[in-house]
């Protein structure tokens, strides 16, 4: 199985920007589909973005978030403006991504995931 690392979080005001790295070990990372999930204290995981061939994005962050890869850097970012209170959260990445939107339905690699604190 793939090893994951998430970086890039931290404490931002409201309306500012991170950008949160999911870097990866494994030849096949490339091939791989990869999910960003967020975890707000008393929420269940949810669905934020993924990247295969296309872009996936929730509702709440689509138009603000813009997922992306670098191949050669077996890295995904997750690049994130306008941030709101709301997108305070543990921020985790996956691979490969399953194509299901629930974080339960995901079993492959996990990382430990980042905290995002976003201050009104």
């Known amino acids: 199985q793939v090893q994951l690392v998430e970086s890039g979080g931290g404490l931002v005001q409201a309306g500012g920007s991170l950008r949160l790295s999911c870097a990866a070990s494994?030849?096949?990372?490339?091939?791989?589909?990869v999910g960003w999930f967020r975890q707000a204290p008393g929420k269940e995981r949810e669905f934020v973005a993924a990247i295969s061939f296309n872009e996936y994005y929730a509702r709440s962050v689509k138009g603000r978030f813009t997922i992306s890869r670098d191949n050669a850097k077996n890295t995904v970012y997750l690049q994130m403006n306008s941030l709101d209170p709301e997108d305070t959260a543990v921020y985790y990445c996956t691979a490969p991504w399953s194509g299901s939107y629930g974080a339960g339905h995901n079993s492959g690699s996990w990382g430990q995931g980042t905290q995002v604190t976003v201050s009104s």
């Open positions: 494994g030849r096949t990372f490339s091939s791989y589909a």
